[in-house]
Structure formats: C-alpha cells, structure tokens
C-alpha cells in the first residue's frame, strides 16, 4: 500500500515542477533529408535496470513545425539498484534540466542519450520520477513529419515512432519489453488546430494566446512506440461501434480528417465501414481490447498508416477498407500484444495483414476485392523471390527495410497464417488460438514460439514442422502430381514437390487438397505429404481428366508437371540368386513399379512353409535392381521368393529359386514351423556322419517332455515329423539333438 502512495505521489510532483516551468521559443524547421533506413543503435544496459510505469508528456507543437518542447516525465520502479539513469534522446534535441524526485541534477547527453549520475542508488523495488524538460527541431520525416497536403487544407504534424524513432521526439527508453503502464499526453498548441493522441480525451484548456491543451489519458499499457500525436486543422467526425460483447454499450469512432467537405464525401463510406470492422474482430479476436477509451484515426501525410494504440495515423490517400482493416487488425495484434523482438514483427505485421483479409472473408459487402483474389495477389508478391524468412535475423533487426518487408513480413506472413488455419482444420480451434493468445499476453510482448504454443496446446497437436518451415524457413514448394487409374475403382496419386530454395528448406511437409476434375463431377481430397514421389490411393469409380493443386490456395506455391498414366502390371524381369562365404545372395530386376510398396523376401526349405527374412521397400524409377543378402550357414539349401505387397494392399508372389550352400556343414538342424502349427513340427537334420540322433523336448525348466531316435545319412537332408504335440500348452520349449559323434544343436521353440 505504501508503494502505491509513493506512486501517485511522484506522479503529483512531476506534475508540481511542470507547472512552474513555462518555455517560450520561437519555431524553426530544419529539412534533414532521411535517406537510411538503417539505424545506428546503442543502448546502454542500464536501462534494464528499471521499468516505467508511468509516462507523461506535456509539450507544445503546432501544425506544420518540427519544432516541439515541453517536459517529459516517468515514474520507474527499480529492478535492481539504480546507480545511473539512463534514457535516449536524439542529440540534436536540448535538455535544459532534468528532476530527480523533485531534486534538480546533473546530466550529461551524447550518442543520443541522457545520463544522470545517482548517489545515493535508488534500491530496488523503489518508485522514482524522472522529469526531464527539453526541446529542440525534430528531423523532418524521422519521428516527426510536417507539411501541408496539396490535395485539401490540411496542415499537419504528426509522430511515426516505430521501430526506433521515439527518441526523435521525446526522452523514452526504447526497450520493447517495457510497456509502459498509464500515460498522460498533453499538447499546448493553436485554437485552430486539434490534437489527436492515445487514450481519452480528459478535457480541453482554453489558454492566453488563442492557445488550447489537449489531455489525452490511458490507463492501458502502451510500448515505447506507440504514444503519439497529431496536430492538425482538423475537423471531427464520429461514429460508434457496438460489439455484442459490450451490448448496449458502444465504442466511440473518433476521426480527425482534412477539414474539407469533399474529403469527407470521397471517404466517408469507408470511414463508415471502422465499426463493422471492430465488431467483427470482436468476434474472432476477443473484444476490442481499448472498449473503454475509443478508437479512431487522425490524418497526416506519413507514408501509409500507423497503428498508435487507439488511434491510427493515416495518409489522407490511405482510407482504403483494407489498410483501415489493417491498421485496426493491429490494436490486437502488435498493440495489445506486441513482438517481445524485431525479430518477430510477424506477430504485428502478420496478423494485422491478415486482418485484410478476414475482413474480405466475413464481410465481402463492404470489400470491392474478394478475400480469394487477395490472397491470390499476396502468394505472387511473396513469389517474386525464391527465398527469403518471415522470422527477421539478428543481422537485419536495426534495418528497418527488411523488419518492414511487404514481401516477408506483411504478405508471407499473412500467407503462412492461412496455411496454418488450413493445417488445424478447425476455424473452431483457429480462432479459439487467436483469442488464447490475446489472453495470455494481453498488455504484454511475445514471440513467435510463445504463439506456436499458444496453437500447439489449443489445438493438442505439434506445429514444430510447420514454423521450421513456413515462419523459420525459406522459399515455397512447387508440387508434381501424376494421377494413375489402377483398376475401374481406384485412383492413385503420385506426388513430389520441388523447393525455391533448398540450402534452407527442403522440403515443405504438411496438408495438401488436391481437385479431380472429372466430365462426371469434380472431387477434392485431403493429403498428409511427409516425403516426395509419395502414393495416395483413392477410392474412385470416376474417370479423371485432370488435377488442380491446392484448389482453395491455402499454400504458397506454383503448379508444377500434371500429368496422366496407366499402370502396368510390375514385371519382374530376373530373379536370381547364389551362395558366397556362407551368404546366400538374392538378386532382382524389376520394371513398372508404380503400384508397388515393398517386397518380402521368403525362405524355405520344404517348399510348403515359408518364413519373411527381410523387406524393402519399392524404389518405383522405371527400372529397378534389388540386391539382398541372408547370412545362415546352418541351412544346407534353400528355397527362395518374392511376396510382392501393392499400394492397394493385394498380394502376389514371385516364383521360387533353390540355393544350395556351399558352406561345408557338418551337423545342420532346422525345425519349423516356429511356432508350432496343427499340432506338429518339422524337423531336418544334415550330417556328414551317419548314425542314430536322439531328439529331446524340454518344456522351459527343463523338464524332458519327449524323447525321439531318428535314423540319419551322411550327406543328405534328413526330415522327421514329430506329431500329436496338442497336449503342449502355450510357452517357450527347447529341442535338443545329439549326433553320433557327441555333438549337439540346441534349439528354442513356441507354441501359441
């Protein structure tokens, strides 16, 4: 309790030394062209000592100036001990004091920061206020743009602090991490103009000069840069939007625009169009996350919109459904939440891209594109390259160029959200994600693995292949697919992708439909494709004339080779086989393959059982060798074959080749069937010496069940059938055989 008194109380003394402080300047602007998009980053690690919670702004500024002073003011709690503040600003901005709790200090500012030495240290967990008085000419079009739009009577300045640019324009530690709690954004300028900011509207001052203050309050945690303003001769529109979550409460739709007629006559229907939107993204994302302060749009000649957290700045060409649709996609996605690293912009730009397209998808009255034509249009941008992530290296994260891709970061990150939504198939779940995550990062910052297992635990299925892939990953697939009619009711697909850019992926796992077209009505199916030239078998009593890949365009990707084919029996067109150092060598050729999914290899040696000594799997090129080799020197001779196992699952066997050892056996013994089948075994003994063997049964403690002498000749097979074994129950037995000569062959046994 006494930490929030400390709280408030700092609050109120920041507030006590800005009202006796008045500054007077007069207003210059500097044309500074910026021509990088490349910024020259520093921060000091200080900085992570402590985290604000609370920012005021009180300055003044006025349209069509980059002139702006005034004060800012924090109030931090301290992580760990504070022995120096530290906070950026631009160097060509003046500090003229700064206050510490009310204490004047000392300071020093250079590569675009300020410093302040502190001794004593502020201890850690303790609330400090920073209140630091500057001002200065902001760089033209870098933080601060200002101008007058030649298209209607709009003059205008306004701020664009995303990625790195708040320091332009006022002192903020600019750490993505660090939302700050509440703010106060007060701006002092001329009775002719209006000022939009974030929040509510607490008030408007009239003061002496035709001067006026706007007050703008949030009470919502906001990141470094999403506070903002824009001053400008504006003229007011409103209109609400009633979610039914809210029902009968209303948002208000606050929009300062051009004060000119004919502006508000050639946008008012899109204008118009923001409350539909936000009941919508009500519905899919969870309640408008700012209900109870508004939102809106203020104008100002930037380049596109920017989505300051509840109201958007816009160009005055920009008032298009999409990029109004975009811009508010964003108050979920990069506002409410944000990307905990530049990283992962996705999770601003991406989802707020894809806001466009929802927008399109469940509410096509008010779009004059389709939802399907726009994807279409966002998979041939993101085509353009072969290559290229959504997730933004370490080594791009201050090049704003590539942290701002259209390619990457808006459309293939849009892309990959709609093949994400095909893969859970469920919008149930997709969307129950959607609202999961906004749930469980509301006020705060993620990154793309916080959303993967956001996905991954609603949706109780991994998504590791999918990120790698799509979000990770480089390029898009290109699919092959040849479509055979095996028999009058079976269809087989064979399918294999080529990639864009294989040093990075290669190969794109995942869900694939695919369109038989056909004169006697078209079918789509669903396939899992994990490896190429895979096989799918259909049921399907239709005749194909063709085949259209991902019909739906749910995947990046490009059409490759279609093609039709009729498949001919598999021809084994040799089977042959030798015995070399105790080995017995198998080998085949076969021809017209594509039915086929593996081969049994087969041994024998009465001809009638037959044991599986080995697979492999169908190679399926038009012509194939198989080689196998069986290593069992106690098997004098044997037959051998071929079960040949197709997609469809039926079964047909090669014909059979005899092998004789050339191991030089002295004593040989092999029993079958194993386990034991009606009730009998087989037994065969090879010697070179003949003579009487006896033949034991144990069960599996070695008590003797059966007993046998078999008469045996020198060099020869030797079969005995031992029957009437029906009384044996079900276990592990062992048949122990001793030649004339002493020697002895142990061999072990089931019966089922």
């Known amino acids: 309790m006494k930490n929030f008194y400390v709280f408030f109380m700092l609050i109120f003394l920041c507030n006590s030394i800005i009202a006796q402080n008045t500054y007077k300047e007069n207003c210059k602007r500097s044309h500074i062209s910026n021509s990088t998009q490349r910024v020259n980053y520093l921060q000091y690690p200080t900085m992570n000592k402590y985290d604000i919670k609370y920012l005021k702004l009180d300055i003044a500024a006025e349209a069509n100036n980059y002139f702006i002073s005034g004060s800012c003011c924090t109030v931090s709690k301290a992580v760990s001990d504070v022995d120096s503040f530290v906070t950026e600003l631009k160097s060509n901005m003046t500090v003229d004091s700064i206050f510490v709790d009310g204490v004047k200090k000392t300071f020093s500012q250079s590569n675009d920061h300020v410093i302040v030495k502190l001794s004593p240290s502020i201890p850690t967990n303790s609330f400090f206020s920073v209140l630091i008085f500057y001002k200065g000419t902001t760089i033209s079009n870098s933080g601060v743009y200002a101008g007058t739009a030649s298209n209607n009577t709009l003059s205008y300045t306004a701020t664009l602090s995303e990625s790195y640019q708040a320091r332009e324009w006022f002192p903020i530690k600019q750490i993505l991490s660090d939302k700050i709690d509440s703010t106060d954004i007060w701006v002092t300028t001329s009775n002719t103009n209006k000022v939009g900011s974030n929040g509510n509207l607490l008030g408007v001052d009239n003061l002496a000069n035709n001067k006026v203050r706007y007050r703008w309050h949030s009470n919502h945690p906001m990141n470094y840069y999403m506070p903002s303003i824009a001053v400008g001769n504006y003229q007011e529109y409103k209109n609400y939007a009633k979610p039914a979550a809210i029902s009968p409460d209303s948002i208000l739709i606050l929009h300062y625009i051009p004060n000119s007629q004919s502006f508000l006559s050639s946008n008012k229907t899109n204008l118009d169009k923001t409350p539909a939107f936000v009941e919508k993204l009500s519905e899919l994302y969870g309640l408008y996350p700012f209900y109870d302060e508004k939102y809106g749009h203020s104008t100002a000649e930037i380049s596109g919109g920017m989505e300051h957290q509840t109201m958007t700045t816009m160009c005055s060409n920009c008032y298009g459904e999409s990029i109004v649709a975009h811009e508010l996609g964003h108050q979920w996605f990069g506002d409410h939440v944000t990307c905990a690293k530049w990283n992962d912009i996705w999770l601003n ?258 001809g009638i059982n037959y044991n599986t000594i080995g697979t492999l799997n169908a190679l399926k090129d038009s012509e194939n060798n198989y080689a196998f080799t069986f290593n069992e020197s106690t098997l004098a001779n044997c037959l051998f074959r071929l079960k040949v196992i197709e997609e469809n699952g039926s079964e047909f066997y090669s014909n059979s080749i005899n092998i004789v050892s050339n191991c030089n056996i002295a004593f040989e013994v092999s029993v079958y069937p194993n386990p034991i089948l009606n009730n009998e075994i087989n037994v065969n003994i090879h010697s070179n010496h003949s003579g009487v063997n006896q033949l034991y049964l144990y069960n599996s403690i070695g008590q003797l069940i059966k007993k046998e002498n078999v008469v045996v000749k020198k060099g020869l097979n030797n079969p005995f059938r031992w029957n009437h074994l029906g009384h044996l129950s079900k276990g592990t037995y062992y048949i122990k055989i001793i030649n004339e000569e002493g020697q002895q062959i142990n061999q072990k046994l089931l019966k089922n």
């Open 349 to 606: 730009e991406g989802f707020a891209s894809y806001s466009e397209y929802l927008m399109a998808e469940k509410l096509p009255n008010l779009f004059s594109t389709s939802a399907a034509a726009s994807m279409l249009s966002v998979h041939s941008n993101v085509m353009r390259s072969s290559s290229g992530s959504v997730y933004v290296p370490d080594a791009s994260v201050y090049d704003e160029n590539r942290i701002f891709s259209s390619q990457l970061s808006y459309d293939k990150g849009s892309a990959i959200i709609h093949t994400l939504r095909f893969e859970m198939q469920s919008d149930s779940l997709f969307f129950k994600t959607l609202k999961n995550f906004q749930t469980q990062f509301k006020d705060s910052v993620a990154t793309g693995e916080d959303f993967k297992n956001v996905a991954e635990a609603t949706c109780n299925k991994s998504f590791a292949d999918f990120f790698t892939q799509w979000y990770y990953g480089q390029g898009y697939p290109t699919y092959n697919v040849t479509y055979y009619k095996s028999t009058a009711n079976t269809l087989l697909l064979s399918v294999s992708e080529n990639v864009s850019a294989s040093t990075y992926t290669s190969f794109f796992k995942g869900l694939l439909e695919l369109k038989i077209t056909s004169n006697q009505g078209d079918t789509t199916v669903l396939i899992n494709l994990n490896s190429n030239d895979q096989i799918f078998q259909f049921n399907y009593n239709k005749t194909p004339t063709g085949i259209v890949i991902d019909p739906n365009n749910w995947i990046i990707n490009k059409n490759g080779t279609i093609s039709n084919s009729i498949i001919l029996p598999v021809k084994i067109l040799a089977f042959t086989g030798s015995s070399s150092n105790c080995n017995y060598l198998l080998n085949w050729t076969t021809t017209n393959e594509l039915s086929i999914r593996k081969y049994e290899i087969q041994y024998s040696q009465d």
